[in-house]
């Protein structure tokens, strides 16, 4: 398993109240992970909340 940093991008609703957050993941490592194909089409992916923990996988077929 690999672990790396990464930032939470606020982004904000019309009202500039800040209403969710982004997290940036690479085309390298989405494509490494299933997460696009090599036509750059974009296969389902899911988060999973564990106590303290968000995984982000794809999706079950």
């Known amino acids: 398993m690999d672990t790396k940093q990464i930032k939470l991008v606020p982004k904000k609703a019309g009202n500039g109240y800040v209403s969710s957050y982004t997290v940036n993941i690479s085309v390298t490592e989405a494509m490494e992970l299933g997460f696009i194909n090599e036509d ?8 999973v909340i564990t106590g303290d923990s968000l995984i982000i ?3 079950p077929i």
């Open 40 to 47: 750059k089409t974009i296969n389902k992916i899911e988060k």
């Open 57 to 59: 996988r794809k999706a």
